[in-house]
T-cell receptor, first 115, second 115 residues
């Protein structure tokens, strides 16, 4: 496989469930990201990992817990979510050079519905 | 703080007509500028980007954009629309003084192409 792969593509979960989203990148990049895409709102950056260390956490509720075990894999652990958390969750990766301007490659996303 | 404004949440054109999607940014220093496209049930794909040099940037699928510093704009154009261009288009900016791809996205413009 090539590029950025996210699984599952669709997920329906109850508010008391625990689930995880998985992202894998096959591009040799050193940075990975989680974004949330809600209807009629700009994409929201949730977490940034660079060299497997979390470097940004944009005031995301603790019911979202990221994990980056290595440079190719990124997880988003979910527990006790709310219906307003229903959205498309996008993973992205990039090769950071320290100067910005590099292209981010996105996965196809996981469509999450909280019931 | 940087911000992006995309005028028009929906733009409708006829097949073969000119496509013009507007993007204005707010930043104290000219940032890096991007246009991404998202087809239904897909992730985001980079169309083109401006970092430095020539202000007219050519991208994939016949799209191009021009960086105009005096107008703080980065409008996306295509001379002749095709049915396959129907998608959502996102303008994004990233700061120059950071090593991370911290994209700030606009709210998106949905392009509708009629026969």
């Amino acid at each position: 496989e090539t590029g950025v792969t996210q699984t599952p593509r669709h997920l329906v979960m109850g508010m008391t469930n625990k689930k995880s989203l998985k992202c894998e990148q096959h591009l040799g990049h050193n940075a990975m990201y989680w974004y949330k895409q809600s209807a009629k709102k700009p994409l929201e950056l949730m977490f940034v990992y660079s060299l497997e260390e979390r470097v940004e956490n944009n005031s995301v509720p603790s019911r979202f817990s990221p994990e980056c075990p290595n440079s190719s894999h990124l997880f988003l652990h979910l527990h006790t979510l709310q219906p307003e958390d229903s959205a498309l969750y996008l993973c992205a990766s990039s090769q950071e050079t320290g100067e910005g301007g590099t292209e981010a490659f996105f996965g196809q996303g996981t469509r999450l519905t909280v019931v | 703080a940087q911000s992006v404004t995309q005028l028009g949440s929906h733009v409708s054109v006829s097949e073969g007509a000119l496509v013009l999607l507007r993007c204005n940014y707010s930043s104290s220093v000219p940032p890096y500028l991007f246009w991404y496209v998202q087809y239904p049930n897909q992730g985001l794909q980079l169309l083109l980007k401006y970092t430095t040099g020539a202000t007219l940037v050519k991208g994939i699928n016949g799209f191009e954009a021009e960086f105009k510093k005096s107008e703080t704009s980065f409008h996306l154009t295509k001379p002749s629309a095709h049915m396959s261009d129907a998608a959502e288009y996102f303008c994004a900016v990233a700061p120059r003084n950071t090593g991370f791809q911290k994209l700030v996205f606009g709210t998106g413009t949905r392009l509708l192409v009629s026969p």
